[in-house]
């Protein structure tokens, strides 16, 4: 079974600060990809950064970067010099070689002036 | 690249009435389309996933015969709600992915479509 678990429903970061989203997940593939998405309050699913399972090291776009600890099953996002355009909803996701997503429950996140 | 459009991006129907809602991939071909239904606050529920040309998959609990989903192309997918009544209004996401891409394991989402049954 594939599963994937987000253990901070909310969270809130200062402005300009440093914020990191949590996300732990289960899988038995040996090829996946692991992506973090976020949705405003538009809910358009926006993808913030992808990570492939058989490279070590961590993504990194911008002011958003993952740690990636595979024998953890690790997965989290740290979202640098945080701005309001940060707050959103962030949803963790794995895809493999099925055809299926698998989603986590979301954090919200509010950036705060 | 990797766009998703859905049609309508809102729409509000009478009870018992049913309502077509499209999902195009306007520059690659979606080899498999998927369609989600979302409620407030919640995350992404996965509803069903089509092959162009085949029978969409329906998850577990989703009847197959009220939400209607036809991938007759390589970049259109319908989903249908028959017979709409309140209990069906959300907000539904399509997604599409292309397995000829090297990031073949991608999702690529439309904006949504807010169904108001009313």
């Known amino acids: 079974a594939q599963t994937v678990t987000q253990s901070q429903p909310e969270m809130s970061v200062q402005e300009a600060e440093t914020v990191t989203l949590s996300c732990t997940y289960d899988t038995s593939e040996s090829n996946y990809y692991l992506f973090w998405y976020k949705q405003p309050p538009s809910r358009q699913m926006i993808l913030v950064i992808r990570q492939e399972a058989y490279k070590q090291q961590n993504a990194t776009e911008n002011r958003f970067s993952v740690n990636f600890q595979k024998a953890a099953k690790s997965f989290s996002l740290k979202i640098s010099d945080s701005q309001l355009g940060d707050t959103a909803m962030y949803f963790c996701?794995?895809?493999?070689?099925?055809?299926?997503?698998?989603f986590g429950t979301g954090t919200s996140l509010t950036v705060i002036p | 690249g990797a766009v998703v459009s859905q049609h309508p991006s809102w729409v509000i129907c009478k009870s018992g009435t049913s309502v077509k809602i499209e999902c195009r991939s306007l520059?690659?071909?979606?080899?498999?389309m998927f369609w989600y239904r979302q409620f407030p606050k919640q995350s992404l529920m996965l509803m069903a996933t089509s092959n162009e040309g085949s029978k969409a998959t329906y998850e577990q609990g989703v009847e197959k015969d009220k939400f209607l989903i036809n991938h007759a192309s390589l970049t259109l997918s319908t989903l249908t709600v028959t017979s709409a009544h309140p209990e069906d209004s959300s907000f539904y996401i399509c997604?599409?992915?292309?397995?000829?891409?090297?990031?073949?394991?991608?999702?690529?989402f439309g904006p949504g479509t807010r169904l108001t049954v009313t």
């Open positions: 997604s599409a992915r292309d397995l000829t891409l090297p990031s073949r394991y991608e999702q690529y």
């Open positions: 996701a794995l895809g493999n070689t099925g055809n299926q997503f698998y």
């Open positions: 520059d690659f071909q979606a080899t498999t």
